[in-house]
């Protein structure tokens, strides 16, 4: 008799990168885990979500505890997920405004960020966006979001040889496989977290 082999549950990831430029090496990086998340893992389903559209934080655009429909549609897509992948690039030590806007939206009450696993890669100059890191961590904390330990990703993107094409695509296959490992660790800790959930 055959032994039956239990599937993998599926887990939803939502991938936000926190740069607004159609060339941003964030992004870039954001179309790596897609692609590997199709090609070379089971058991991930990935759904960039676009921040873009996202109105500045205003509570006078909330009426009655509900909101426009481009922020209810980010945030119903946020409390979906399972986990999120945060592609942060660092501007001045910090994360970008328009992902700290972001955040703030989806943790307007109800937070639908809470219990949620996530794990952070970026790009950028010197420490390759480190910092951005570690003030995002300190902001899921209060969100009720747990980040994955190891491995962390931040890459030097101007460090030669090119890590990048001209059209902003990550081409370095070390960070690639890189990457695979962040989901990997990433889809791990979501699984336990959701059987610690039930």
Same mark, same amino acid.
């Given at each position: 008799?055959?032994? #039956? ?26 179309? /790596? $885990? ?10 991930? =389903?990935?759904?960039? @979500? ?8 205003? /509570?006078?655009?909330? /009426?009655? !505890?509900?909101?426009?429909? #481009? ?24 994360? /970008? ?8 939206? $989806? ?20 420490? !390759? ?8 961590? =300190?902001?899921? @904390? ?5 980040? @994955? ?18 059209? !902003? ?30």
């Amino acid at each position: 008799m055959e032994a #039956v082999v239990a599937a993998k549950p599926v887990i939803k990831v939502a991938a936000l990168c926190g740069s607004l430029r159609k060339g941003s090496y964030n992004r870039g990086l954001i179309r /790596t $885990a897609l692609e590997i998340s199709k090609e070379s893992i089971n058991g991930i =389903q990935m759904e960039y @979500i676009d921040i873009s559209p996202l109105p500045m934080l205003n /509570t006078d655009l909330e /009426t009655d !505890g509900k909101f426009s429909p #481009v922020v209810e549609a980010f945030r119903q897509k946020i409390l979906e997920s399972d986990s999120i992948l945060f592609a942060s690039p660092e501007y001045n030590y910090s994360v /970008t405004a328009p992902l700290k806007n972001a955040i703030d939206w $989806a943790s307007r009450p109800p937070n639908v960020w809470g219990d949620k696993a996530a794990a952070i890669i970026s790009a950028g100059g010197g420490f !390759g966006g480190a910092r951005s890191h570690y003030h995002l961590r =300190q902001i899921g @904390i209060y969100l009720d979001l747990h980040f @994955i330990n190891k491995p962390e990703f931040y890459l030097n993107a101007f460090q030669p040889p090119a890590k990048f094409d001209s059209d !902003g695509n990550l081409i370095d296959p070390s960070s690639k496989e890189k990457i695979k490992e962040v989901l990997l660790s990433l889809q791990a800790f979501s699984l336990r977290l959701k059987v610690k959930s039930k």
